[in-house]
Nanobody
Framework: QVQLVESGGGLVQPGGSLRLSCAASGFTLDHYAIGWFRQAPGKEREAVSCISGSDDSTYHSDSVKGRFTISRDNAKNTVYLQMNSLKPEDTAVYYC??????????????WGQGTQVTVSS
């Protein structure tokens, strides 16, 4: 069965960096678009980044563009989210998702359990 397991969250000071990992199993990683969503307390869930399954095209929301980078290691069945220059407003639970097809569109089919990222001094 499809499984997505996030890791790498934690507490970091403003301006710091974290790298989230999403270990995928139960499907062929590069056949699907994989993304990251986040949800902060009292706010709606937000799409952050996505990497397509066809040509590795990447997409980032305006709020993280230039600071976050999504990448994929097919040999390790893992997707990464490198987060730099973190801000307090990046504090949220981050979810790894798998889309239905190879492109980054629509509501994801599968979700991981989430990992907490807290940016605070």
């Amino acid at each position: 069965q499809v499984q997505l397991v996030e890791s790498g969250g934690g507490l970091v000071q403003p301006g710091g960096s974290l790298r989230l990992s999403c270990a995928a199993s139960g499907f062929t990683l590069d056949h699907y678009a994989i993304g990251w969503f986040r949800q902060a307390p009292g706010k709606e869930r937000e799409a952050v980044s996505c990497i397509s399954g066809s040509d590795d095209s990447t997409y980032h929301s305006d709020s993280v563009k230039g600071r976050f980078t999504i990448s994929r290691d097919n040999a390790k069945n893992t997707v990464y989210l490198q987060m730099n220059s973190l801000k307090p407003e990046d504090t949220a639970v981050y979810y790894c998702v798998r889309h239905t097809y190879y492109y980054c569109s629509g509501y994801p089919s599968y979700w991981g359990q989430g990992t907490q990222v807290t940016v605070s001094s």
